[in-house]
């Protein structure tokens, strides 16, 4: 049988791409399109390196493994969620070879077909079930600079601005020293630092088993949250949100 390498590597890469996009909504996560790509894209050359005569040693279960590991990385990070998306997609990628093995004999349509017809299975029917979580894409922008940031999607946090009754979104301290330049100590200290920036206003807080206390906040322009845009009011905690996690902010059950 005749395998032209060109059509090998188109297939492995609509393959990895589709197995990609099922894990991430299996784990609640957004496509991530930008990481999707070139991850799938690493998974089509290194199926068509593997079928060159002299390379095909690469095809073994070390080097599988390496291969997977990489686009693992590429397409979802180095935290703790994206080990366990990782461990996800390597699931998929072996129920994948099974189905289309025991359907058309390994060919590749019926590869093609069964990775179709997983990405439709973990679109249509779990969407995110796995996962306790869901997190929501925000893109946030100030002075020239725009940070690209996930959002958990927490239902218990019911913070509101006291005047406007609108929902609060709630960055990490690493976003306002990112975005803003905002230290931890004048987060800390919102009353001292409200003149930093113009805009800057208190948002009054309450956690369960902590005293109240004050946020900084600051209304964004044009900001993207998931597909839509608006102009959220965003406040900044004096430390970071998550620890080896995936998102930077939490939103609550409305956004």
Same mark, same amino acid.
């Given at each position: 049988? *005749?395998?032209?390498?060109?059509?090998?590597?188109?297939?492995?890469?609509?393959?990895?791409?589709?197995?990609?996009?099922?894990?991430?909504?299996?784990? =609640? &996560?957004?496509?991530? $399109?930008? *990481? #999707?790509?070139?991850?799938? $894209?690493?998974?089509?050359?290194?199926?068509?390196?593997?079928?060159?005569?002299?390379?095909?040693?690469?095809?073994?279960?070390?080097?599988?493994?390496?291969?997977?590991?990489? !686009?693992?990385?590429?397409?979802? =990070?180095?935290?703790?969620?994206? +080990?366990?998306?990782?461990?996800?997609?390597?699931?998929?990628?072996? #129920?994948?070879?099974?189905?289309?093995?025991? @359907?058309?004999?390994?060919?590749? @349509?019926?590869?093609?077909?069964?990775?179709?017809?997983?990405?439709? $299975?973990?679109?249509?029917? &779990?969407?995110?079930?796995?996962?306790?979580?869901?997190?929501?894409?925000?893109?946030?922008?100030?002075?020239?600079?725009? @940070?690209?940031?996930?959002?958990?999607?927490?239902?218990?946090?019911?913070? /509101?601005?006291?005047?406007?009754?609108?929902?609060?979104?709630?960055?990490?301290?690493?976003?306002? !020293?990112?975005?803003?330049? @905002?230290? /931890?100590? %004048?987060? #800390?200290?919102?009353?001292?630092?409200?003149?930093?920036?113009?805009?800057?206003?208190?948002?009054?807080?309450?956690?369960?088993? %902590?005293? =109240?206390?004050?946020?900084?906040?600051?209304?964004? %322009?044009?900001?993207?949250?998931?597909?839509?845009?608006?102009?959220? +009011?965003?406040? &900044?905690?004096?430390?970071?949100?998550?620890? =080896?996690?995936?998102? %930077?902010?939490?939103?609550?059950?409305?956004?």
């Amino acid at each position: 049988m *005749r395998v032209y390498l060109d059509v090998a590597v188109v297939l492995n890469f609509l393959v990895d791409f589709l197995l990609i996009l099922g894990t991430n909504r299996l784990a =609640g &996560f957004p496509a991530a $399109l930008r *990481r #999707a790509v070139p991850a799938a $894209l690493l998974g089509g050359v290194y199926g068509g390196i593997c079928l060159i005569p002299g390379m095909m040693f690469l095809g073994n279960f070390l080097w599988r493994g390496v291969a997977l590991c990489l !686009m693992a990385v590429i397409a979802f =990070g180095w935290n703790r969620s994206a +080990l366990q998306r990782g461990a996800v997609f390597v699931l998929l990628s072996m #129920a994948l070879g099974g189905i289309a093995l025991g @359907l058309g004999r390994g060919s590749f @349509l019926m590869l093609v077909l069964a990775a179709v017809f997983t990405w439709l $299975l973990c679109r249509m029917s &779990f969407r995110g079930s796995l996962s306790r979580d869901t997190y929501i894409p925000v893109e946030l922008s100030w002075g020239g600079r725009t @940070l690209q940031l996930l959002a958990l999607r927490d239902t218990g946090n019911t913070l /509101r601005d006291p005047i406007s009754g609108e929902q609060v979104l709630i960055a990490g301290a690493d976003v306002g !020293m990112a975005l803003l330049g @905002l230290t /931890r100590q %004048q987060l #800390a200290h919102p009353v001292e630092a409200m003149g930093e920036i113009p805009g800057l206003r208190l948002i009054p807080y309450h956690g369960v088993g %902590q005293p =109240g206390g004050m946020l900084l906040a600051l209304r964004f %322009q044009n900001a993207k949250i998931g597909n839509t845009y608006g102009s959220p +009011l965003v406040a &900044f905690a004096p430390e970071v949100l998550s620890k =080896g996690e995936a998102y %930077q902010m939490l939103t609550g059950g409305v956004v």
